[in-house]
């Protein structure tokens, strides 16, 4: 297990270097009432007075219920700054636009939200001269388990190293709440919606697989396929150099 206390001070001091190179004044993240906010929101607040989580419901119910909630129980226990923005009318307007919801599939019409979110935040950052936090943890990063341009986009990740188990147990070291620790993952793309359920495979099985534990056959090909698609994510954009073969 990680000496969690050394932990901690180590990314309070990489948060702070990133405030002092960049002239920033501060962080904003998105409060989701997720184990990764509440572990980022916990920690840049450790490092920088000037923290704001802001909660962001976008036509979820889940999101006006338990993902709120548990939001705001973070932030009260270690008082950070919140901020509530419903996003529903914006996305209400932006779906309306492109011709309604029966109009989009699943995977353009689920991942608006996160992409007004993205937008929201960096709104406020450039208002307020504050640096964007990613919450995106190291599993999620390997599967791809992220909107492109939504949470995927930051300034700076205190987090991206730790697999899911190590989330709960930093979470447990700085006695964050519990409803917290017992919630299932979640991004809250929609009513009933848990990461593991979507993706077919939990995350104990995706850390034994970069760990290069033993997984099962199918567990593997899962993941092996989540990864491969979802390889444009972790790069850049391409763009022409005028180098490329004919």
Known sequence: MRDYAQEKQRRVAFLRHALEESGAKGFVFGNSGGKDSALCGILCKAACERTVGIVLPCASKQNFGSDMQDGLKVAEAFGIET??????????????????????????????????RMTALYTVAANEKLLVVGTGNRCEAFLGYFTKWGDGAYDVNPIADLMVSEVYDFLRFLGAPQSIIDKAPSAGLYEGQTDEKEMGVSYAEVERYLKGQQTDARAREIIARYHARSEHKRRMPLCYSGDELL
């Open 83 to 116: 901020r509530t923005m419903d996003l529903t009318p914006v996305r209400s307007a932006l779906t309306g636009v492109l011709g309604g919801e029966d109009a989009l599939v699943a995977d353009a019409l689920n991942n608006i939200a996160p992409r007004l």
